[in-house]
């Protein structure tokens, strides 16, 4: 077993999925979500449940728990809130530079972060984020450091210095095991992850969080914002669903059920 374990959970800032979606607002000139007004962004849910992850381990092993994002300087209360869960130290890479950036981008800037902190023995994150869905960049960081990844974890654990994880079937589940270091992206199966404690809040909010620029890591600019972007969104929008309604008359519910075969007949549907 590892004396004193780093693992590194990298979180992301996303508009709040629980906004009613009369607020969705996309502009089509520059392809980008227009933030809505008075609603904050909150932490990916699944990027909260790999903090949970991480803090299992720490409950039953000695771990270090550092929690990573890259980001507007908005997402230091992201990196805040992983630490009133119990995480123990945070990391904002926060840089224009970045803005516009695609998944290869931020994966090469969170790759970057990792070798500066040091590196670590276990990457954590969500198994995808809820804005675009891609789940790229956790695969990314692992391709960028040589790293073994398995996804779609319910359970992780050490033990004898490899990871252990319980991986999510569409039937069940398998169980991977892989040597330290790895990256693992953690599923909602995982279960719901544990609430700040008044404690652990004001724990929180003396606790620094060190912001990065790009400069800072070295990064190459030719690799993030716009410049490194290698997948090009050529539009986006808000699909328009319509839906039409028609009420079967009749007398009887014999007499609707017939007007309604009728109907499925003449449309060719039976």
């Not at 009133?84 to 998944?103: K, Q, R, Y």
Request: net charge neutral.
């Amino acid at each position: 077993m590892l004396q004193v374990m780093k693992i590194v959970v990298c979180v992301k800032q996303v508009p709040d999925p629980e906004a009613p979606a009369s607020a969705f607002k996309v502009d089509a000139a520059t392809n980008r979500v227009v933030p809505p007004p008075g609603i904050p962004p909150v932490m990916n849910g699944f990027d909260e449940q790999a903090v949970e992850a991480a803090l299992r381990i720490k409950d039953k092993n000695s771990a270090q728990v550092v929690v990573l994002s890259v980001g507007p300087e908005g997402a230091r209360e992201v990196i805040k809130k992983a630490l009133a869960m119990g995480g123990d130290e945070g990391f904002l890479v926060n840089d224009p530079a970045l803005e516009d950036s695609d998944a290869h981008g931020i994966a090469y800037a969170l790759a970057e972060s990792i070798k500066k902190i040091g590196g670590c023995d276990l990457v954590l994150s969500g198994r995808q984020a809820s804005d675009w869905d891609q789940a790229q960049v956790p695969a990314g960081v692992a391709e960028l450091l040589g790293l073994p990844c398995v996804t779609l974890a319910k359970t992780v654990s050490v033990e004898d210095s490899a990871v252990r994880v319980q991986r999510v079937l569409p039937d069940g589940y398998e169980v991977w095991t892989a040597p330290l270091p790895a990256v693992i992206t953690v599923s909602n199966e995982l279960g719901e992850p544990r609430y700040a404690t008044l404690k652990g809040i004001m724990a929180a909010a003396r606790k620094k969080v060190t912001v990065w620029s790009a400069a800072d890591l070295a990064l190459d600019k030719s690799r993030i914002g716009v410049a490194g972007r290698r997948v090009l969104v050529r539009k986006l929008f808000i699909p328009v669903k319509e839906g039409k309604c028609e009420v079967m008359e009749g007398d009887t519910v014999g007499a609707k059920a017939s007007a309604l075969a009728r109907k499925l007949r003449e449309a060719k549907l039976i």
